[in-house]
């Protein structure tokens, strides 16, 4: 490394995952649980930075 601090990207949850939400779940449900999915991913991503001091 060069000493410059690395920050992770994270662009949200596996799209393998997504897909499956999407193949399974009825129509009208698939917006809202896609979307809760998505948020929650984030959090807990966002969470583990937070612990880890990663930026």
Do not use: Q
């Not at 799209?15 to 009825?26: D, G, M, Q, S, V």
């Not at 896609?34 to 937070?50: A, P, T, W």
Request: hydrophobic letters at 35%; proline letters at 5%.
């Amino acid at each position: 490394m060069n000493g410059h601090a690395i920050k992770k990207v994270h662009n949200g949850p596996p799209p393998l995952a997504k897909w499956l939400l999407k193949r399974l779940l009825r129509y009208e449900y698939r917006s809202a649980v896609v979307g809760d999915f998505e948020e929650i991913y984030r959090e807990i991503f966002e969470e583990h930075d937070r612990r880890h001091g990663i930026t």
